[in-house]
């Protein structure tokens, strides 16, 4: 396929314009239309970009190669579910789909049409998140912050499916593990599901998670941190910075003596501030755009150049997750 790539966007929200002015913008791309049920809400967006506007993708006329799905999680099975059944690649939003088993049903879609379908986890590809993985990382405690203030959209999911849901595609990313357990607690406080919410998920071989998220927040925040057997990561995502820590040279023979020994000699770090003891190396960012990367890591596995980075079945785990989750939570108020 050397030709560009024609494709729609299907919906006309927030994230449904930010994805048309990326396709519109990219060389690679035809973007044959902006459609939305809302006709007029299509045309303001499709008007700014100079291509057509629809109700329907059956009024587009001619062969469509791919489509970004960005319509209601309650909608994605219905809007994509025919596409990739047509073998018409499909970067669907996130959440994948409102339950596991509707995400299933569009793996198993895409897999009879032959096609790609990448789920729109845009954190995968943060600059803050990527810099990360020339470090061999080794999780064995991980902690998730995605705090905020409300903006009362996505009001009718909770804090869970809504924001936190980006942090455990995350983690699962960096675990590769088995979920073993789940411990969760969640209040409403503006609205009838949950706006913040606290989990622990424990993974096969010992690995632990606590996530917390919050649309009832002051302020924005948005942090990760990883905890190894000999170092250590903080990540901020909003201020788009990340440190590697890790103990220095001199730390790092007392530890040793200390683990032969089985006790600690206090005595060899006297004296000593504790940041003194340690190496703290930032880490490069690449300041990309993570909705265009997204784009183009679609775009190459369209055409056969590349991986899916975000396959179905990773959309289908994190939306898993997330319901074991918000059960926990429903159990947490009927008790």
Not at 36 to 56: N, P
Not at 77 to 100: D, Y
Not at 133 to 140: F, G
Request: charged fraction near 25%; include cysteine; aromatic fraction near 4%.
């Amino acid at each position: 396929m050397n030709k560009r790539i024609r494709m729609v966007v299907i919906g006309a929200g927030r994230m449904g314009g930010f994805h048309a002015k990326a396709c519109a913008e990219h060389p690679e791309v035809e973007l044959a239309a902006v459609i939305d049920q809302d006709l007029g809400r299509a045309a303001k967006i499709a008007a700014e970009l100079g291509v057509a506007a629809s109700a329907t993708i059956d009024e587009i006329s001619g062969k469509i190669d791919a489509a970004v799905v960005a319509v209601p999680t309650v909608a994605h099975l219905a809007v994509a579910g025919p596409l990739l059944e047509r073998g018409v690649a499909c970067l669907v939003e996130k959440p994948l789909a409102a339950t596991s088993a509707e995400a299933g049903e569009l793996e198993a879609a895409a897999s009879r049409g032959r096609t790609v379908l990448q789920v729109g986890h845009t954190e995968r590809f943060n600059p803050v998140f990527t810099a990360l993985a020339k470090y061999e990382l080794k999780p064995r405690f991980i902690e998730t912050e995605r705090l905020s203030p409300c903006r009362f959209r996505s009001m009718d999911v909770g804090v869970v499916m809504d924001m936190m849901i980006h942090d455990l595609d995350l983690v699962l990313s960096l675990v590769r593990r088995e979920v073993e357990s789940v411990d969760a607690v969640g209040v409403a406080l503006l609205g009838v599901t949950e706006d913040m919410a606290n989990a622990r998920v424990r993974f096969a071989g010992g690995c632990v998670a606590d996530f917390s998220a919050s649309r009832a927040a002051l302020k924005v925040e948005r942090r990760l941190r990883i905890y190894g057997e000999n170092a250590y990561v903080a990540a901020d995502f909003n201020a788009k910075q990340a440190v590697l820590i890790r103990p220095n040279e001199r730390l790092a023979k007392v530890r040793a003596a200390a683990l032969e020994r089985g006790r600690f000699d206090e005595a060899a770090v006297a004296g000593a501030e504790f940041k003194e003891l340690l190496d703290m190396e930032p880490i490069v960012i690449d300041q990309h755009d993570a909705l265009r990367q997204q784009l183009a890591s679609f775009l190459r596995a369209v055409r056969g150049a590349g991986a899916v980075v975000v396959t179905g079945e990773d959309g289908r785990r994190a939306v898993e997750l997330a319901e074991r989750i918000v059960a926990e939570i429903g159990r947490g108020k009927d008790a």
